[in-house]
């Protein structure tokens, strides 16, 4: 009974952390400083059921978007939020503090990849052929690095976080 009461209180503080992390995105910050692409992550590490990872995940998202407002291409980003957690989910065992860095590159990289062609597909600042594909992808780097920022910074604290709570509960 113990043992279930441990998995029940690590998966409330696992579920707390990612609603705070998400609903952080209420705070005014620089663009693209948020911590989506860490809570796609770090949601594939702390749940064990992929379908507990997106649930959480797109309620967190939807949570925060109806505060800050819905906009064309959102389905872009969640798409690619969900995408990065079916990935991530896939090799939540390899997840730790060396790989962490390289994860939050490659979380950033699928969601720059796949919101930004999103944007590029909805919006009418682009030609709808390579060249206004390519424009896009180019005009949005500056974007990118604070996203990979971002990315990397809210990961290893939500990791830190996990292990703190782990080791302070066990």
């Not at 009461?5 to 705070?27: Q, T």
């Not at 949570?63 to 819905?70: E, S, T, Y």
């Not at 944007?119 to 974007?143: M, Q, R």
């Amino acid at each position: 009974m113990q043992n279930l009461s441990k998995l029940y209180n690590k998966e409330i503080f696992s579920i707390s952390l990612i609603f705070v992390l998400a609903l952080s995105r209420l705070i005014p910050h620089p663009p693209n400083i948020t911590p989506i692409i860490a809570v796609a992550i770090m949601s594939s590490f702390f749940f064990k059921n992929i379908y507990l990872s997106i649930v959480v995940l797109l309620t967190s998202m939807f949570l925060a978007d109806i505060f800050i407002g819905f906009y064309d291409g959102i389905f872009f980003t969640y798409i690619s939020l969900v995408l990065i957690t079916f990935v991530f989910f896939k090799i939540n065992n390899k997840i730790n503090i060396k790989s962490l860095f390289i994860f939050g590159f490659f979380g950033s990289l699928i969601f720059y990849l796949v919101s930004n062609f999103g944007f590029w597909l909805v919006s009418d600042i682009y030609e709808k052929n390579i060249n206004g594909l390519i424009t896009c992808y180019i005009l949005a780097i500056p974007f990118f690095k604070n996203t990979l920022i971002s990315t990397i910074v809210f990961s290893y604290a939500a990791f830190f976080a996990n292990n703190f709570y782990s080791k302070k509960t066990a």
